[in-house]
């Protein structure tokens, strides 16, 4: 069977009949598990029961001990602000924001805000530059950091 993306002659799992049934199909589905997963897809757990975002961002948004992970999971607003990709300063205009979105560990280690550009980003170098002089990110809205317990 010949691959029909690559003209490859090898054996390839599937029909491609079956491939190509997918041709759309998985627009949606990149969109929703691309990128950044914290707070979409995964959070992080500490040793102590205490329920991170992500194991690389430091806000305690409950603790499993105390609270349901379900209820965590669906009321949290530091999980809401990570899954608002639109807002997003620099990543939330990229036509890449829902397959990327940019590392929210790296916009928060960086700014202090889950919502702000992620400076590793090439399409963010503006903003890395701005770190490299010694410049502070000007956010038109006020934010808040989030440390709820």
Known sequence: MVDPFTGDTRVISGSVESIMNMKGKTKKLSEFIGGCGAGRLYCGLEPNGDIQPCVFIPIKIGNIRNDRLKYVWATSPVLERIREREKFVGCGKCKY????????????????D????DPGCINN????DLLKQGGELKIPVARKKFFLF
């Open 114 to 117: 889950l919502q702000a550009p």
């Open 125 to 128: 170098s503006k903003y890395w």
């Open 97 to 112: 924001r829902f397959v990327c979105g940019g590392c929210r560990a790296r916009a928060y280690g960086y700014f202090g």
